[in-house]
């Protein structure tokens, strides 16, 4: 173990999103294909569900929050997806702006999209080394 020895990383619990509003937000991402895993609106917050995996994308409602631009450099977060250019195609389809046409990376491809506040979501394959995908 490295840093600090008390602790040990186990995984991923949940990403949290800023999101302006929470109704929009839970729509851009409907489109986008993110199922609703749970949603509490007097509390602020929707629950995304990935895949077969407990954490998912936490939506959090944050007040004055207005839509803006991605920021470069900004966090991003990729999720694995089993084609990114397939992926990219239903985007399209659905409304969703890409922020750049799909592009190679080192296990595959790679597209990235932003919802109205700036968070940056990423869908990337393993198709140049399926050995490593969750499902090949």
């Not at 509390?43 to 995304?48: P, S």
């Not at 631009?69 to 992926?87: I, K, M, S």
């Not at 239903?90 to 969703?96: E, H, M, T, V, W």
Request: charged residues 25%; negative net charge.
């Amino acid at each position: 173990m490295s840093g600090n020895e008390s602790y040990e990383l186990l995984g991923f619990d949940n990403v949290l999103l800023p999101v302006g509003d929470l109704g929009e937000a839970v729509s851009f991402y409907g489109r986008a294909g993110f199922p609703v895993g749970f949603r509490l609106d007097e509390a602020g917050i929707a629950m995304l569900t990935v895949g077969r995996e407990t954490p998912g994308l936490l939506l959090r409602q944050e007040e004055g929050l207005r839509p803006q631009p991605p920021h470069w450099p900004g966090g991003r977060v990729w999720l694995e997806v089993r084609d990114a250019r397939e992926a990219a195609g239903s985007l399209r389809d659905a409304g969703i702006g890409l922020l750049d046409e799909p592009f190679p990376v080192a296990t595959g491809w790679t597209v990235e999209f932003a919802d109205p506040w700036g968070n940056v979501v990423g869908l990337t394959d393993y198709t140049k080394r399926p050995g490593l995908a969750r499902r090949p």
